[in-house]
């Protein structure tokens, strides 16, 4: 299996920037998409951006413009570059990664963000 590890979340003011960071590592055959999602309480988990095999990304309407998802190939690493950064973007941020279609996907235990005056 695929482990997952994610960093950079914290407690952050509205307008500011946070980086997260997702490393992969353990059985990995291939990536075929690694991506973001969040999950705040009470609501359930929705993608915040994702990068698929081939260089298609997605983003939710709700960060395009202020976050950026990249992927280090490399370091079997993703980020997420969040910018301008507002209250509702609170929730505990999940990395998944598949490495195929029939892969049901693996998940990090997840970071904390805090967006709060």
């Known amino acids: 299996q695929v482990q997952l590890v994610e960093s950079g979340g914290g407690l952050v003011q509205p307008g500011g920037s946070l980086r997260l960071s997702c490393a992969a590592s353990?059985?990995?055959?291939?990536?075929?998409?690694m991506g973001w999602y969040r999950q705040a309480p009470r609501k359930q988990r929705e993608l915040v951006a994702r990068?698929?095999?081939?260089?298609?990304?997605n983003y939710a309407d709700s960060v395009k413009g202020r976050f950026t998802i990249s992927r280090d190939d490399a370091k079997n690493t993703v980020y997420l570059q969040m910018n301008s950064l507002k209250p509702e973007d609170t929730a505990t941020y999940y990395c998944?990664?598949?490495?195929?279609?029939?892969?049901?996907?693996?998940w990090g235990q997840g970071t904390q963000v805090t967006v709060s005056s």
């Open positions: 998944n990664t598949r490495s195929s279609l029939a892969d049901p996907g693996s």
């Open positions: 353990g059985r990995i055959f291939s990536i075929y998409a």
């Open positions: 990068i698929i095999s081939g260089g298609r990304i």
